[in-house]
């Protein structure tokens, strides 16, 4: 018996979809859904490196995660306006860069630059974690393209695996899945897990909202996430595999 | 005998398409497609207006344009980042407001505020005319919802006429509507119109880019520009209908 | 019969006056004044450009506009202070720019850097269209010394001709010329016109204030406007005559 | 058998050490020790919230940590002087914040705002898990002192509980309990755990440097880390008791 | 006799004017002249005082000083689009402001603020010493517009006294008044005093450049400056008499 | 007979202790008070110049000053995150770096850097001079660590003399050495004076903050400043002398 607004179990994602090839001009891009939380993430594959980054022989990854204005129930005041980059902000770009950072080998990937932006088109919950499952796609894409315009040697594995994220929680005592933003406000814990794709963990960051949590409610939420984050690597496989027929 | 890329007449407008109730959250949305410019925008409405406009008995209207990063065909710095708003992006947005105020009565709009937010997904050329002519659309939704949640009284009229934009632009020596990047990069002349749904001039700026321009020229671009925007003014009435059937 | 305030004609200038060598330090120098609108335009001749520039064999021409506190009725707040650009500065000084670099051939001008400002001292409407006027003549003054010291070879021709701008206006239903702030604030449209010395246009900047224009109002505006140049247009090259005398 | 480069076991602390009373202005202060991270922390308490709070019947506790340029083995510039806060910065002063927030309720220290600077005053490692530690001592003492003003009541309860926080991570393959510098950035894994005195988790952070970690490694890491906090719940407790004597 | 580039002898004074109603709109204003260094000085009168001042019963007077790009022999950047004002700007404004408050009585001033604008529109020296003097003449008309416009009691003294300001310096091992920018580079010590009419001392600002300067030096530099000061306050007098002619 | 709170006599300094060896990490460091004022001067030295310096076979000698949030009664907001440095910082630094250069001889440091960070950990008047004053003790430190790492010659000299500071100011009629913030905020004149070990004067900087100073008042000030740089200049060799024991 379920008590979610949306009658979805403890245990189930909400509708998760990734549709590629959304942009015209980027090497990689994916609009990624969970449930109404909706983020373009787009991959640009650039010659070369940051300045110190030059002549080691390596190339770079990097994320940059920014919410639309009226992405969310209220407009908030965009970000270029006020001239300054929010703290939440910065923390989610670092954050997505880190995740997809983990899965490349930079030196595979030689002296080139990938950079994925993830905007927020529509905020529900969970969109620092929708953010990195779509881009760790378009991520591959851009690799991929690379490797197709042999700017990447064919044998080179920049990829060395797959990323996605999910969010959990701990709501009126029972712990949760992929948490919508109705649910991430009452959460008594909130919690992102990043895993690969055999399900070793990238990232765990866990937040006592109201009140701290011992060790068997954060077991708990672990299995859940690991659950939740295999199937999300069965959509971006999905994704890939459709997006090449 | 056509020499446009692709293959329009010099006098036809690119395929438009202007998709409505785009956004789960805000009072007005459209995407507007100019060919491959595709703009999101979305109108917000709060009650109250900013201080300086306080106690006067009048409501405010106004517009943000930005363009994601990779928008274009190469990434640009995103303006949050680089910690200020370009040039180009204030003159837009002042552009888009200032054309969105001319037809609207802030008396009967009361003391509340609407913001659009028109944030550039696509660009390939016109992005302004086309936040122009899709922000009019979001705005008459807006207001509509206001009028429906009862903030406006049904016998006001804060929109006094619709708004459309098309550009047009002087290539090898001929007048041509609707400029792609690509032919807008060419042009010898430059010119952004904006006009009523009655065919009016509300906005007019013409730019010698490589040649100054002779009034007979200025003639044949206003003749195609007044002709454009009246087909932009069909489609957004079509569209707010299609909205609410 | 005019009802003009200053018991100007409709299609008449306010007094325009341009004083050469002004500054005893810029490659160019003159203070114009349209009325009580007095603009400095200095002209900072570098050679070299800027590093996006490098190698193409080409220079570079640009403008900064900017107006000091107190040139207003009531004094504005410090834009240095304030930390940025006012989003009207920006787009007066990118218009500045434009406009002179149409009559410049930068690949004769070599490469070279020719920055040209213009600070109002005092302003009273019309303070973009004297800004450009003025600065045209700055710039032929760099020009020229630079020709001199022999930095730009004598049979090149940087420049292709001469700009002068003027402001014209529909109030009461009436087209006028030149418009001072009382006039400026109360006018239904708003136009600045920028052509060459040969009466060509290189920017038309209209806009409706009050409501919409139509064609026979606007070519009513654009009489005045040509007219207006034309007398401007005298008016630099007597300068630049009495400079060298 | 240890392979530590200071030849402390595997779970254990540096020589951690809490010196209260350092500020002569502040309303609580704490020099933390961490080995050579040294941290100082002041709580300011000031009557009266943010404007966003007033009228709630709550008070604010907030936290900004930032580190002197050359607390570092290269000397950092100033963010100051930058004009911006880091990512990094931002990052560490929010779940400074977060982590004391955890303990306080607000509703019992009515509309008062305690703001706990922590300024790293020389780092090597653990910077954030010293700052949280020490951190909590500044704040018990600001509570204490608003208590002794009757400014908050003698039988009201701000504090619901203690904080502290220890660094982990894998090294070689083994767990390892609070890092310095040298080892912090050799960690395959690196995690940051916030616990009340209790023990229980009131924020995990897990980031997987060179490769993933799995669940094994994820409860090594959360045992060792549990231990320790144990231990600086201890010493906290003791400074505070030497303070009062 | 004198070793002076422009023939004067060690204890003369350049040639000074002070010329005043050089704005149409501001309360006070002079256009100040230390041989070749301009400085057009504004003041603006308002009511009230800024926020942290109110209640008090007392008035504000405050000042920026600011250098037009090219009123130097090399254009600066312009400290608007730098985003931000340099040291020695902020310095020089803050001295301006201070040395007029010297001898202004806050109370007696009312509720009241002036700003003073110092623009130095040509620079050859002594920028910040011909600020202070021409600030002063710009201050006293604005006190006396008020006076005539009521806001302040005739019976009202704001003004205690007179401001004055002259640079002097050692060169080549010799004491000597109100230096231009050549002399200024080559000065071993430089020094800026402000005096009162009286001849007593607001301000004095001495910096050994290239040497350290003994008692006796300090001596000579102070009798120098002292009597130069004497001269400007006959010039100021002079000026403020002309204007009420 | 003293009428100091401290029971002070005029001609007396505070306690004054400078603590060399502070930092773990920096190449000079000394902890110097000044009674209850604090500061923490660290001595980074690297090897090369800034841009505008290099080639020109000389190396360069800069500070930065600045306040920990609580060092003062109140908690001022901290200068990073309000994203700029006031004034009052800017000026403090370029004061401290102009101190310190005038005993430098750039030709001997070679093309190196030495930045002196000057963080003031508690304030109680005269920050700037204790400043300086132990900023000295920590260049002095660094360009002897340069030499023990043969960077700089055995045979060169880079430091040619030594730099305290002391503040004398007027109270209530009398002239007194040494100011602490309680007597600083009553002072009507108040003056930083900057001297060599031999007693010449480095820098000069008196303020009339309620009345006009005469000459004579000039001189008793300075007799006493004089006195008191001597007596600091002896703790500062003291302290090195101390340190290489």
Chains 1, 2, 3, 4, 5, 6 share one sequence.
């Not at 909400?14 to 787009?42: M, P, Y």
């Not at 991430?184 to 866990?206: H, K, P, S």
Request: net charge negative.
């Amino acid at each position: 018996m379920s008590t979610r607004a949306d009658n979805r179990s403890v245990d189930q994602l909400r509708n998760v979809t990734i549709e590629t090839g959304w942009s015209a001009h980027a090497e990689g891009s994916a609009v990624v859904s969970f449930g109404n939380t909706k983020v373009l993430c787009t991959a640009s594959f650039t010659e070369g490196v940051p300045r110190w980054l030059k002549g080691k022989n390596r190339g770079w990854v990097t994320a940059e995660y920014a919410m639309l204005p009226r992405a969310t129930g209220e407009r908030s005041s965009r970000e270029s306006v006020r001239g300054k980059v929010s703290g939440r902000t910065q923390e989610i770009s670092r954050l997505v860069g880190r995740a997809l950072r983990a899965v490349v080998d930079t030196k595979a990937l030689g002296e080139n630059t990938i950079v994925i932006d993830c905007d927020v088109i529509q905020a529900d919950g969970g969109t620092r974690t929708a953010a990195i499952t779509g881009a760790w796609v378009a991520l591959a894409q851009a690799i991929e393209w690379a490797r197709g315009q042999r700017i990447i040697r064919s044998s080179a594995k920049p990829l060395t695996g797959s990323v996605a994220a999910v969010s959990v929680g701990i709501i009126d005592g029972t712990a949760m899945l992929d948490l919508p933003y109705e649910e991430d406000v009452r959460a008594e814990t909130d919690m992102n897990v990043v895993t690969t794709g055999e399900g070793d963990f990238i990232e765990i960051q866990g937040t006592a909202e109201e009140q701290p949590f011992n060790r068997a409610e954060l077991d708990a939420l672990l299995d859940l996430a690991v659950a939740g984050t295999a199937q999300l690597t069965d959509i971006q496989q999905a994704a890939l595999t459709a997006a090449t027929e």
